[in-house]
């Protein structure tokens, strides 16, 4: 261990041992709850700034920046200790293989990594659902309604009005309760002229 210990904190690796200490911390902080990767400000999705200029886009900025240190570091002890050539030529070495070795993995993970804001509720507004609950009171009911990604749904609904919505009418969503997670229903030819 007191090789490893030595290998660590000689140079080059010593320039990334810091970095690597912050990383693991902040990566547990992560893991307890105290912080949330997918808010990065910077995270380079928008496709602008020094991240997009060097082609780390698309995922957070801790993940990039976490890879970035992770292997430069790992390059820079492994360098130190396999190959005897100029130290300075092992730490550029290191940032170079860190630098190609996140930038592949970073477009692997951007093919994945969910874009976009999240869906909500509120994305059912003003979408037509058919009933399929015997009737749709202020208390109880409940509807297919279908996203424009052609994906459905069961959303509990309710409705004021007298009109009567029974099971296979079509009605129009509009309006969600977050509280009680329901929407507010209309019949569909009241609101949406023919």
């Known amino acids: 261990?007191?090789?490893?210990?030595?290998?660590?904190?000689?140079?080059?690796?010593?320039?990334?041992?810091?970095?690597?200490?912050?990383?693991?911390?902040?990566?547990?902080?992560v893991i307890v709850g105290g912080a949330d990767p997918d808010t990065d400000s910077g995270s380079g999705e928008a496709g602008d700034g020094p991240l997009a200029f060097v082609g780390l886009t698309g995922v957070p900025m801790s993940i990039v920046f976490s890879l970035l240190v992770l292997f430069a570091w790992f390059g820079s002890l492994a360098g130190a200790e396999l190959f005897a050539i100029p130290l300075w030529v092992i730490l550029i070495a290191a940032i170079v293989a860190a630098f190609i070795i996140t930038r592949v993995l970073v477009v692997l993970l951007a093919r994945v990594w969910p874009h976009g804001p999240s869906a909500s509720r509120a994305d059912f507004i003003g979408l037509t659902c058919i009933i399929r609950t015997g009737t749709v009171t202020r208390t109880f009911?409940?509807?297919?309604?279908?996203?424009?990604?052609?994906?459905?749904?069961?959303?509990?609904?309710?409705?004021?009005?007298?009109?009567?919505?029974?099971?296979?009418?079509?009605?129009?969503?509009?309006?969600?309760?977050?509280?009680?997670?329901?929407?507010?229903?209309?019949?569909?030819d009241i609101a949406l002229p023919e």
């Open 1 to 29: 261990m007191g090789g490893f210990v030595e290998a660590a904190i000689s140079f080059p690796t010593v320039v990334f041992t810091p970095l690597l200490i912050v990383v693991i911390g902040y990566w547990i902080v």
């Open 141 to 188: 009911g409940q509807a297919e309604v279908h996203a424009p990604d052609g994906s459905s749904a069961i959303v509990q609904v309710r409705q004021t009005g007298a009109d009567k919505l029974t099971a296979g009418s079509r009605a129009l969503l509009y309006d969600v309760d977050t509280d009680g997670e329901f929407f507010w229903v209309v019949p569909a």
